[in-house]
């Protein structure tokens, strides 16, 4: 089905205005909430700080591992590799990206050239591909089962989405239109992986839609029909329980209740659903162009109630009908423990944006290992760049 950014055939208007928390907070206050909850950050020495100093001191637009975060200039922590593993038996249950890879500015390159086709074709949906690229990106992450120790384990390392018979996995429909949006990229940059194309698509989705950054790396490694995984590993939206979206997000992908509120909740707040794709209907917010909390409020704040069609169950505000939300929506209102974060992200908009700035890098990694050479990039929006066109 679909989840996160979730949306069946979603999209959004393109909005080009500069990421919020970065320029409004700083580049100090984000590499500090991604700071928190890191199991690596402890593991770096003084002498790897001093070396990430010493690199910065000695770099000017970025190097191979790291470009300028921001209009500052200051570039991304070490601290990005932290949070990016899970249980023991994930550490056992990965495999090993590319060792070689192309320098930071490559990839800023690729990154832009994805920007500027979001810019130049707004015929999608509701006037760009942003969205169901980064619908793409989730489902080609989270097809990861930490517990499979088969080629089949899913994740985003191998590009299976490629095949026919995982892209007519029903939770994946309407996909295929972005990986045909992404084509001509795929033709201009014929060494690039499908894995890491889609991943640093649905970055280029979520920045260029106002969102935080969000640390990526490459090195990924299409592989065969083999490494196609079972269907069914995406949530289903028409579930009712917290126990069914922790077996989902917590026993299968590895994470925790605040980051499976945090994936959720912000990943609805943009686009929309189709009966079409996922036999729903209708946006989430009132703001689904946008990257926001909007969600969070709008669930605590809105009376919902059923609507009543011939379509699947599924809510609708008591007040104009014009917003949905999901039956796994409604759990994490009614389910005590997911409600904390419900209620904290609603009102912290900032903490918000800083948790899922680390989450969904986390996600984009889940089943992959990255030699400590390989650092996290951070990209620049095309309106940082001063790029008009």
Request: glycine residues 10%; aromatic residues 10%.
């Amino acid at each position: 089905m679909y989840y996160l950014v979730i949306m069946s055939s979603i999209s959004i208007p393109f909005t080009r205005n500069i990421s919020r928390v970065l320029i409004r907070r700083g580049s100090q206050s984000l590499l500090k909430g991604v700071l928190v909850g890191s199991v690596l950050v402890a593991s770096y020495s003084e002498k790897k700080r001093r070396e990430g100093k010493k690199s910065e001191s000695n770099s000017g637009s970025g190097n191979s591992g790291n470009g300028n975060f921001g209009r500052g200039g200051v570039k991304p922590s070490w601290a990005f590799l932290g949070g990016l593993f899970g249980t023991a038996e994930y550490e056992k249950n990965t495999r090993e990206a590319a060792t070689e890879v192309k320098p930071f500015e490559h990839y800023q390159q690729i990154y832009n050239d994805i920007a500027k086709r979001l810019r130049e074709y707004d015929d999608w949906d509701d006037g760009s591909y942003a969205p169901i690229l980064v619908r793409l990106s989730w489902h080609n992450s989270g097809s990861y089962d930490q517990h499979d120790h088969s080629p089949a384990k899913g994740g985003s390392y191998s590009g299976t989405m490629r095949f026919d018979r995982e892209q007519h996995d029903p939770e994946n429909a309407g996909l295929t239109s972005a990986t045909k949006f992404l084509q001509p990229i795929r033709e201009k940059y014929a060494d690039l992986s499908d894995g890491d194309l889609w991943t640093l698509g649905g970055v280029v989705g979520i920045q260029e839609m106002e969102g935080p950054k969000i640390a990526w790396r490459p090195g990924r490694v299409d592989q065969g029909e083999d490494a196609i995984p079972p269907y069914h590993r995406l949530p289903d939206a028409s579930q009712t329980t917290g126990d069914y979206i922790r077996t989902v997000f917590h026993d299968r992908l590895g994470f925790s209740d605040r980051e499976m509120v945090c994936l959720i909740g912000v990943g609805h707040a943009i686009g929309r659903c189709h009966t079409t794709s996922s036999g729903y209907d209708g946006p989430w917010t009132f703001s689904p162009t946008t990257v926001t909390n909007e969600f969070f409020k709008l669930l605590l704040n809105e009376k919902w109630e059923i609507k009543k069609w011939d379509g699947k169950k599924q809510y609708v505000d008591s007040k104009t009908k014009s917003l949905m939300m999901l039956p796994t929506d409604m759990v994490l209102k009614t389910d005590e423990k997911f409600r904390k974060y419900v209620e904290e992200y609603a009102k912290d908009s900032d903490k918000c944006m800083r948790d899922f700035s680390a989450v969904f890098s986390k996600l984009l990694e889940r089943g992959v290992k990255f030699p400590s050479a390989t650092k996290p990039m951070i990209f620049q929006t095309l309106d940082e760049q001063g790029i008009e066109e």
